[in-house]
C-alpha cells in the first residue's frame, strides 16, 4: 500500500510538471479590475469579503459569535474579582480617553468608508473594542455595566447578526442593491451595510468580553 502511496504522488507530481495549467492566461485579464467591476467598490478586499467569499465570511462572524459565548462559559463558574486593576493617576486616565475617543472615531470611519478605503467592518470593530476597552480601564465597573444593560448592546449585537445572515443569504441567491456611482459613498449593494453591521457586531461582542474579564479577573 505504501508503493501505492508513492506511485499516485509521482503521478500527479509529474502531471503538474508536464500538462499544462488549465486556467486562464491572467495576463490577458486584471483580478483587481474583475473585483471592482463585480462589486462596485474600490476596495476590493472588501469586495472579496462581501462577495466573493461571503461565505466564509458568515462563518467568520458566527466563530466571533461561539468564542464570545465561550468566555461566558467559562467564566460561569468562577467567582467575581474582589479587585479590579484600573489607571488611578491623572495623566493616564487622560491619554487613555483621548485614545478612546480617537479610536471611536477610526472606527465610525472605517465602518462608513470602509468600502472605499482601506479598512472595514472588522476592523472597524476592532478599533471600537479598543475604544470601549480604554474607557472601561479608566471607568467604574459598575458604570460601564450599567450603560452596557441601558442601551441593550447585548440585544443589538444579536440583531446585527441576524440582519448580517439575511443580508448575506440575499447575496449568495443573487438579490443585490443596485452598485450606484463606483467610489461614492451609497455604492457596492450591500457591502457599506455589511460593514457596518460586522462593525457593530465585532464591538458589541468585545464589550461583552471585556466586561466579563473585568467581572471575574479584575483585569482585561
Same mark, same amino acid.
Given at each position: 500500500?505504501?508503493?501505492?502511496?508513492?506511485? *499516485?504522488?509521482? *503521478?500527479?507530481?509529474?502531471?503538474?510538471?508536464?500538462?499544462?495549467?488549465?486556467?486562464?492566461?491572467?495576463? &490577458?485579464?486584471?483580478?483587481? &479590475?474583475?473585483?471592482?467591476?463585480?462589486?462596485?467598490?474600490?476596495?476590493?478586499? /472588501?469586495?472579496?469579503?462581501?462577495?466573493?467569499?461571503?461565505?466564509?465570511?458568515?462563518? $467568520? @462572524?458566527?466563530?466571533?459569535?461561539?468564542?464570545?459565548? %465561550?468566555?461566558?462559559?467559562?467564566?460561569?463558574?468562577?467567582?467575581?474579582? +474582589?479587585?479590579?486593576?484600573?489607571?488611578?493617576?491623572?495623566? /493616564?486616565?487622560?491619554?487613555?480617553?483621548?485614545?478612546?475617543?480617537? =479610536?471611536?472615531? @477610526?472606527?465610525?470611519?472605517? *465602518?462608513?468608508?470602509?468600502?472605499? +478605503?482601506?479598512?472595514?467592518?472588522? =476592523?472597524?470593530?476592532? =478599533?471600537? %473594542?479598543?475604544?470601549?476597552?480604554?474607557?472601561?480601564?479608566?471607568? /467604574?465597573?459598575?458604570? #460601564? $455595566?450599567?450603560?452596557?444593560?441601558?442601551?441593550?448592546?447585548?440585544?443589538? &449585537?444579536?440583531? +446585527?447578526?441576524?440582519?448580517? #445572515?439575511?443580508?448575506?443569504?440575499?447575496?449568495?441567491?443573487?438579490? &443585490?442593491?443596485?452598485?450606484?456611482?463606483?467610489?461614492?459613498? @451609497?455604492?457596492?449593494?450591500?457591502?457599506?451595510?455589511?460593514?457596518?453591521?460586522?462593525?457593530?457586531?465585532?464591538?458589541?461582542?468585545?464589550? =461583552?468580553?471585556?466586561?466579563?474579564?473585568?467581572?471575574?479577573? %479584575?483585569?482585561?
Amino acid at each position: 500500500m505504501k508503493w501505492l502511496y508513492i506511485a *499516485a504522488s509521482l *503521478a500527479v507530481y509529474i502531471k503538474l510538471l508536464v500538462f499544462p495549467n488549465p486556467m486562464v492566461d491572467l495576463a &490577458e485579464i486584471s483580478i483587481v &479590475e474583475t473585483v471592482v467591476q463585480d462589486s462596485g467598490v474600490p476596495n476590493t478586499v /472588501s469586495g472579496i469579503i462581501f462577495r466573493n467569499r461571503i461565505f466564509d465570511t458568515i462563518f $467568520e @462572524v458566527v466563530v466571533f459569535t461561539i468564542a464570545i459565548m %465561550g468566555v461566558r462559559f467559562m467564566l460561569a463558574d468562577e467567582q467575581p474579582s +474582589s479587585t479590579v486593576y484600573q489607571f488611578t493617576d491623572n495623566p /493616564s486616565i487622560v491619554l487613555a480617553r483621548l485614545g478612546a475617543t480617537i =479610536a471611536a472615531l @477610526v472606527a465610525i470611519e472605517l *465602518a462608513i468608508r470602509g468600502h472605499l +478605503s482601506p479598512g472595514g467592518g472588522f =476592523a472597524a470593530g476592532v =478599533a471600537g %473594542g479598543t475604544a470601549i476597552g480604554l474607557i472601561a480601564i479608566t471607568s /467604574s465597573a459598575t458604570y #460601564m $455595566e450599567s450603560i452596557y444593560q441601558r442601551w441593550h448592546a447585548a440585544t443589538w &449585537e444579536k440583531v +446585527s447578526v441576524l440582519i448580517f #445572515m439575511l443580508l448575506a443569504v440575499f447575496t449568495l441567491v443573487g438579490i &443585490e442593491l443596485p452598485h450606484g456611482q463606483l467610489g461614492t459613498l @451609497v455604492s457596492g449593494g450591500w457591502i457599506p451595510l455589511l460593514n457596518i453591521l460586522v462593525a457593530v457586531k465585532v464591538a458589541l461582542g468585545s464589550w =461583552a468580553a471585556i466586561l466579563l474579564f473585568i467581572r471575574y479577573r %479584575g483585569l482585561l
